[in-house]
């Protein structure tokens, strides 16, 4: 067996490089993220999906088929519905991430670290070993 086969890939020689490129490719585009972010909670029609992103059924469509293909969102058929959701947690993260990067290039404090300090319990004093 290989050994190389559990090993991380997330080396600069990782096999996978080139297909990560073609994932922030997909995610290049506005219509897209907001559409992981809709999903975010849970699964969604086409209809829903449009309102929410402010764009047609249609272009919704579109973006969703390519999406698909690339993975990202899968269906499942509810009647005559077909209902859209995240295909795994990662599409969700790296959108995530690029927001809170983005926070990051408007100077201050981003708004995701003051929300982090707030739900931080404050640390229990210590007892001196006396």
Do not use: W
Request: aromatic content about 4%; charged content about 20%; overall charge neutral.
């Amino acid at each position: 067996m290989n050994a190389d086969s559990n090993a991380c890939s997330l080396g600069a020689d990782s096999q996978y490089v080139e297909l990560a490129v073609e994932v922030f490719a997909m995610l290049a585009d506005a219509t897209r993220v907001r559409i992981i972010l809709a999903l975010r909670d849970g699964e969604m029609a086409v209809g829903a999906l449009a309102d929410v992103v402010g764009k047609s059924p249609a272009a919704v469509s579109q973006h969703l088929a390519k999406m698909r293909l690339a993975r990202m969102v899968s269906t499942r058929q509810d009647g005559t519905r077909v209902l859209y959701r995240l295909e795994n947690e990662h599409a969700r993260q790296l959108v995530a991430d690029a927001i809170f990067q983005a926070e990051h290039a408007l100077g201050g404090e981003p708004a995701h670290h003051r929300a982090a300090h707030q739900h931080i319990p404050a640390r229990p004093a210590q007892r001196s070993a006396s």
